[in-house]
């Protein structure tokens, strides 16, 4: 044991090399012998003098150190401002929306061109016994009126110095307009009183569907403020006030938890218990993840899309 211990003493006692000394801190970075830090004596002296100066002033931390860098800094603080002021003005744009679909009938003339047409005198004979037969069955002025409106009008011409006829028909189309009503978030408020009693007598998922977005508008007011306040109104050390508001930025998340839980509901699905296919077309025969879709509209897509961007922010803290 006094052999090996005399050997390890040897070996620690042994001097490291400067080029050893500098491969080991570089880890291979300097596999050969490393160049001079700087590029001539004065460089290096000005280099030490600013040191000495700092040293002596009590500075320990070098220029640029992340430590002395503002935690919230003014673009944060802008960022956070300008997004908190659009939560609370979008509840002033529409938030829901409905149509009832128009149906508007149009006509549209069509154009037949026969083939030519021989004319005799026993085919004229013959037309003129024809038409005055049909004439004879129409009994009213009324029924011909009726029998008028019921089928599109047919113009039948013949082309000057030809034997052919042109038939002229009018085809009924079918032509849909929507008729939007919308509704904005302080509206939403306004009609709360109406709406509750249709929801409510409806199942589970529109009634907590309702209950969800009536606290999701509440959030719009409640945490813009909030977020103003932590960023303008809390006093004390700048760490402090930093940790602090990256606590109360979570909240922000809330809303986005809220509009999940609501379209996570849409998928049970829920029969109305109201003619609501009478009130608005889009509302469809039941409640399921279409009409949840259909019925919001670009106020809400606004507001999340700025409750998400404070929300990280707060994790950027």
Known sequence: MAVDESK????????ITEAQ?????GFEVFPGKPKDLFKSDKEKAKYVDGVVSKRAKGDVLRDQCTLLEQRVSTTDRLVLTIASIIIFATLF???YSAYNEIVVETTQPVQTEQAPVVADSAMLAQA?????????????ESATEQAAEAIPPTTVAQTDGSNEEVITGYVAKKKVNKEYERLTGI???LAIGSVASYAFSSGFA?????IVFLIYTLLCIALPVYT???????????????LQLKKMLRYNWIPLILFFLAMILSFFGSEYGFDAANMFT?????YGPGVFLNVLSWGIIVSLGAFILVAVKGVEI
């Open 206 to 210: 529109v009634a907590v569907s309702v």
């Open 21 to 25: 000394r500098f491969r080991y801190i």
């Open 228 to 242: 103003l306040y932590g960023l303008y109104g809390l006093k004390g050390d700048p760490d402090k006030k930093a």
């Open 282 to 286: 889009s509302l469809g025969d039941g």
């Open 128 to 140: 003129g016994d024809t038409l005055a037969t049909q004439a004879a069955q129409t009994t009213t």
């Open 187 to 189: 509206g939403s408020f």
């Open 93 to 95: 744009i529409p938030w």
């Open 8 to 15: 390890d003493k040897k070996v620690a006692s042994k001097p």
